[in-house]
């Protein structure tokens, strides 16, 4: 049983006590949701002791009256917008007029009741509310904690999978009823959308193998010495091509020699998918820089790139599972959203640290710190 | 009516699909207007009215589909509206508006899993649109 607080903002005593006997007996319930809701009231007769109410007790739900004898209840919104609470506002008003219709609606109130309210009329617009609030909550629920979550990876996972073989299936149709004309020439476009959606899930294949290959506990015997510059020279030359193809330059620079105790599957991993995103989200003519340096405890491994950058929002979420950044300029630019996921667990698993810093149109700078010493844990 | 008298606005983050609905309703005679995004899908909401809409329920975020069936209908209550998706088995967000319940708050009038036969998804339309 979870506790939704309703905060009622209403000059009137009689809406406020109606609100409290109506919604203290009602409970809410729905197939997919865990448990069920019920509500606590708390009521406030003016605009000014309601927001104080805001502030301390953090309400799920506001009811709000626009009328009220100090600030008005969109200024009440307005203030909620401004301090981007998560709550739910629905006006209880007896006349909405169109202008503050309108202004509640752009500043965040989802719902309109009509004043006076039958209890059902009250109980049908809480259980909306309710629901979209929990849908909300479980979609962002679900985003933050996907990491630990192996059910979410597995959904995930499972749409990421069916997404394109959903489209292959469909080109596969349309030429089997020979939908788009009789030639083969006429299906030019979904015979390349499908080999686009076949190298895409090829490269999510490869990117999961990677990923269980990682999460499998290291073998004392696969740790040796590994120089650094060699796995991205290798590295460099794997992506060569691709480069070629995008016009981008990619220079080594070799500060220091550095040997570090590892597997170099786990290296080439991490180099391959740092260097080959320096290449894929770079413009045509840019440039990639791999620089490898030492402090004296750390491997220092710089990748950065005069690419499309990321925006600082995006780069909170960047190294998630399956996120990837979706805009304009990534549209055509496709990718598993595992890649970098895949680089943290590597450099965490080597106790070692990964940052970004990005400026959007200018370029993206990776910078690793790996541990010089041995692994001591395996 | 003819159905080429009807406009079906399609909005999905998949280019594949999106190719491929657009493709079958226009096979079927409708006219089409194709988005890619919730974004897309607003601006156009905002300065056109469609006859039916078909969304996809993720897009920039996981609920988009929602948000723009809820926007859709509180704009034009009587244009209806299809929430495609193919997510939810995997999800266990089952949702279905076959009932009363549901219908209250998942402001579609169909639910419809990726995937389906172009014939379906025209009959499915053309049942939406009383045609």
């Not at chain 2, 967000?93 to 639910?111: G, H, M, N, P």
Request: hydrophobic share 40%; aromatic share 8%; with cysteine.
């Amino acid at each position: 049983m979870a506790v939704l607080r309703v905060l009622v903002i209403d000059d009137e005593p009689g809406i406020r006590s109606g609100v409290s006997r109506i919604l203290n007996n009602f409970h809410v319930t729905y197939p997919f949701m865990d448990e069920d809701y019920t509500f606590e009231v708390i009521e406030a007769a003016t605009g000014e002791d309601g927001i104080e109410i805001l502030e301390r007790d953090m309400p799920d739900i506001l009811l709000l009256d626009n009328k009220l004898p100090g600030i008005q209840g969109v200024d009440v919104l307005e203030y909620i917008r401004k301090r981007n609470y998560d709550i739910v506002v629905a006006m209880i008003t007896s006349y909405a007029s169109l202008d503050v219709a309108i202004r509640a609606t752009r500043d965040g109130a989802i719902d309109f009741i009509p004043k006076p309210f039958t209890p059902q009329e009250l109980k049908s617009s809480i259980e909306n509310i309710t629901k979209q609030q929990y849908l909300k909550r479980i979609t962002h629920k679900l985003k933050q904690e996907g990491k630990k979550i192996r059910y979410q990876f597995l959904s995930v996972l499972s749409h990421e999978l069916k997404a394109p073989l959903n489209a292959l299936e469909g080109y596969l149709r349309m030429m089997q009823g020979k939908q788009a004309g009789e030639l083969i020439d006429d299906y030019a476009t979904p015979i390349e959308r499908s080999l686009q959606r076949i190298q895409g899930m090829r490269n999510l294949i490869m990117d999961l193998l990677d990923f269980t290959k990682i999460r499998l506990e290291k073998k004392e015997e696969k740790i040796q010495e590994v120089n650094l510059a060699e796995v991205a020279s290798s590295s460099i030359v794997t992506v060569q091509p691709y480069a070629i193809q995008m016009d981008v330059n990619i220079n080594l620079d070799v500060r220091s020699d550095v040997v570090i105790m590892a597997d170099p599957d786990d290296m080439e991993i991490v180099f391959n998918n740092l260097i080959s995103n320096a290449v894929k989200y770079n413009k045509i003519g840019g440039k990639a820089e791999i620089t490898i340096d030492s402090s004296e405890t750390e491997a220092i491994l710089i990748i950065s790139d005069t690419g499309i950058g990321i925006t600082k929002d995006d780069t909170e979420n960047l190294f998630a599972e399956f996120v990837r950044i979706k805009n304009e300029k990534t549209r055509n630019i496709s990718g598993s959203g595992l890649g970098l996921s895949i680089v943290k667990k590597v450099v965490e698993l080597y106790h070692g640290t990964i940052k970004v810093d990005s400026t959007p149109d200018v370029g993206t700078v990776f910078t690793i710190r790996l541990p010089k010493k041995p692994l001591t844990s395996t | 009516m003819n159905k080429s008298d009807f406009t079906i606005l399609v909005a999905d983050d998949d280019p594949d699909y999106l190719f491929q609905t657009v493709f079958n309703l226009e096979k079927a005679g409708y006219k089409t207007m194709a988005v890619e995004s919730q974004a897309e899908a607003e601006s156009v909401i905002a300065r056109f009215k469609p006859s039916l809409a078909i969304f996809d329920l993720m897009m920039e975020s996981d609920d988009s589909g929602f948000i723009l069936c809820y926007k859709m209908k509180r704009k034009y209550p009587d244009v209806p509206v299809i929430l495609a998706t193919a997510v939810s088995h995997e999800t266990g967000l089952t949702f279905s508006i076959d009932s009363e319940q549901d219908k209250a708050w998942i402001r579609a009038d169909k639910y419809l899993e990726k995937g389906i036969r172009p014939e379906q998804l025209d009959q499915e339309v053309m049942k939406l649109l009383k045609l």
